[in-house]
């Protein structure tokens, strides 16, 4: 028996007599060469499809526009359809394999409406069933035989989709905005910047928005259901240069993955942008700009046609990646905020909108967290990236999870007893690895805690493990002793920051060693501030703070001072 990825068991155990595909990712030579060829695919792939869509829509609009509405979906298809390529490749070239079972389900007839319902889509088993049998048949249809399924096979939401829900508390906030909204609606059409999905806390948006001297505004008109029951037509055809097999491949199955909300829901989504009557000089997103389509579409034709500036942040940082998602947020927008020293001109570090306010009433919730005697000794904070390869990113994708998981499982073997007995672990996300329940063999279940929000969860820690991710700046950020621990070969990293990680390396705040790490927590667990507090230490969390996450005081004026820059009515203009 022959598995193509660890994926095929996360959630039982290895069957006896059974081999298992290597992922070809953990190569990262392989990786960095992959990641090159399909970057220049995604430019030759967005011309086409950008032709193919003004031919069926009557329209002329370039590039930018159509990369601003398909092209967070169209770096993710591309990598996912590359991996399942490679994973099969490898597979036939280097075993000789009798027989598959066929999947009954159905790619064409489940096609994804937007760029939330494919990335769910392409996390579950049937899909990647679907998809690896078409690669299968299409290339190597005469060296396997396929045998029937008698299952029934329908569309599924991954289960591995984390649904995430808002408290009563944020519920409260926006019904009094939308009050708000409806009540000021007539007065204020007109605003400098439109704040939207901005990561900013509601105090701290107040706040920047009190700067501008601009009334808060809330519309909830790209949060309705867009959803429509569209359906592709047999007829339609797409055509693309193809220079290999893989190429030919990806262009004759592309309208069995190109999402509805593209082709047949275009017109429909332009109609219903139409429709909102929002005027602003800048147009502000952390996240819009890749998961709402009808945000998309409105924001494309705004910036096209001149009448707004469209200004994305990050919506987490620390170590920047090189080229991440293939750049897409500096190609769509007019100006990216990062958390980090900025990599290019299209970019600017300001404090980040989602640590402002951050250390808001932190004394008295520390002080209620330590007369209450609810802090973790050791707290390790584990993010679950997905099962089956979604981008092409730095960090322990896919399969590579499970090395990570080993070597968070190694330090916590090499801890002292009462260090280990204490400590809990933070799982964020849920992704298909079952990390959780995987850690339960080896741990109490009182030391999985995943019901309190991460930012809860780091102020009752005395001391914080995580890998190179946002965890690490909020850590920080709040002056929690911080140990980054993550496997070298995963994290490519901008090498502006390398004498950085060495400076980290030396004081003894990053590690790839898990047994180093653990050995390091031993010595200085009974008085980690001696350690924490020490003059290289503070040294290098200054520095650290000042190239990764420099969040200031004074945030509102500094934000307000970029916008009013940005649309020309700067005190320095």
Known sequence: MFFLGEWCYSNSKIPESSETIKFHWIDRAKYSQDFLYIWQLNERLLDSISAYLNHKNNINMPNKYWRTIIGPWLQILITVIWDRWETVRIAFENFEFDEIISSNFSIRSNLPFDYSEAWRLYQSDRWNAAIYQRIIKHKYSNKIEFIDSNSSEQH????????????????????????????????STKRKVLFIGSYFSNFGLLKVLLKLRQLPFYDDKFYENNFKDFTRSEKDSFSFDFRNEFEYFLSSNFLDLLPLAYLEGYKFLLKKSQEINIQSDIIFTANLHFQNELFKVWAAEKTFNKCSKLIISSHGGSFPFPNHCFNIEEEISDKKVVWHTPMNNKCIQLSPSMLCDYKKFIFFRSLIIKLLKKEYSLNIFITEYPRYVMRAISGPTGPLTNEDFIQKLRFIENLDIDIKNKLNVRCIKSSGWNLKRRFQSHLDKSQLINTESVKESLLRSKIVVCNFGTTASEAIYLNKPTIILGVFEHWEIENFFHPLIDDMLKVKMIFFDPKDAANHINQIAKDVDNWWYSTPVERVKKNFLDLCANAKKNYDSEWADFFLKEIGLSDNN
């Open 156 to 187: 599924e939401e991954s289960e591995y989709f984390d649904k995430k829900t808002r408290s009563f508390r944020s519920l409260f906030f926006y019904f009094i905005l939308n009050l708000y909204s409806k009540f000021f609606k007539k007065n």
